[in-house]
């Protein structure tokens, strides 16, 4: 079956830091992998997906299959990046189902 | 993009009692979804709710306990039926919509059973 790993449930970061948020994935197929995001009292919303290969508020995340990962990264961040980060997968004949990850909420310090 | 509303947005139900979510989208679409968010945790899929047919539960979720309609392309209902403290959780409906079947949420339904 399909997993999605997100190690970090916390990751502290100071203004102007670089991010990366861990993703990692099984599934044997050729996967679709999202980053969603879920600002403060906002519903979920998609970040990016990996095949659109775009860059989103400065993130960007490019899937490693060799490495099963889609690690979310942005060069600096900025305060109002501290919200909740899901990493998502979809699987080939799911049905349009996502797996999610469990989570990692960014938290940017002044 | 699709926009999805959800009712009711929160709620406090009484242990044993059953409650309805309802899902409104703004567009027709093929595909919707019902998650749910238990405290702490991440999205679980519930079902997928299937026009004119019965839905499709993910392993673990009953129809019995998750009763779901969807009587046309733009609407579905979710229930919750009697609830335990257990149940209390996010759930959330999502639709499949362009570009490419991008999976949607609504703002989802806080339900605290006590």
């Known amino acids: 079956a399909q997993r999605v790993t997100q190690p970090e449930k916390l990751l502290s970061v100071f203004k102007g830091a670089p991010v990366e948020l861990k993703c990692n994935y099984s599934?044997?197929?050729?996967?679709?992998l999202f980053w969603y995001v879920q600002y403060s009292r906002q519903r979920l919303q998609l970040l990016l997906r990996?095949?659109s290969r775009e860059s989103i508020k400065g993130f960007t995340a490019d899937l490693n299959k060799g490495e099963t990962s889609f690690h979310l990264k942005k060069p600096f961040a900025q305060e109002e990046d501290s919200a909740m980060y899901y990493c998502a997968l979809r699987f080939t004949g799911g049905g349009n189902k996502l797996t999610f990850g469990t989570g990692t909420q960014l938290k940017v310090e002044l | 993009s699709a926009v999805i509303s959800q009712k009711p947005s929160r709620d406090i139900c009484q242990r044993g009692t059953s409650l309805t979510i309802q899902c409104q989208v703004d567009s027709q679409v093929t595909m919707m979804f019902w998650y749910r968010q238990q405290p702490g945790q991440s999205l679980t899929l519930i079902a997928t709710?299937?026009?004119?047919?019965?839905?499709?539960?993910e392993s673990g979720f009953v129809i019995d306990k998750f009763p779901i309609s969807r009587p046309n392309l733009t609407f579905s209902t979710l229930t919750v039926s009697n609830m335990s403290p257990e149940d209390s959780s996010i759930y959330l409906c999502?639709?499949?919509?362009?570009?490419?079947?991008?999976?949607?949420f609504g703002e989802g339904s806080w339900l605290t059973v006590v």
């Open positions: 999502s639709v499949a919509g362009t570009p490419g079947n991008t999976i949607y």
């Open positions: 599934y044997s197929g050729s996967p679709e």
């Open positions: 709710a299937n026009q004119g047919s019965e839905a499709t539960y």
């Open positions: 990996h095949i």
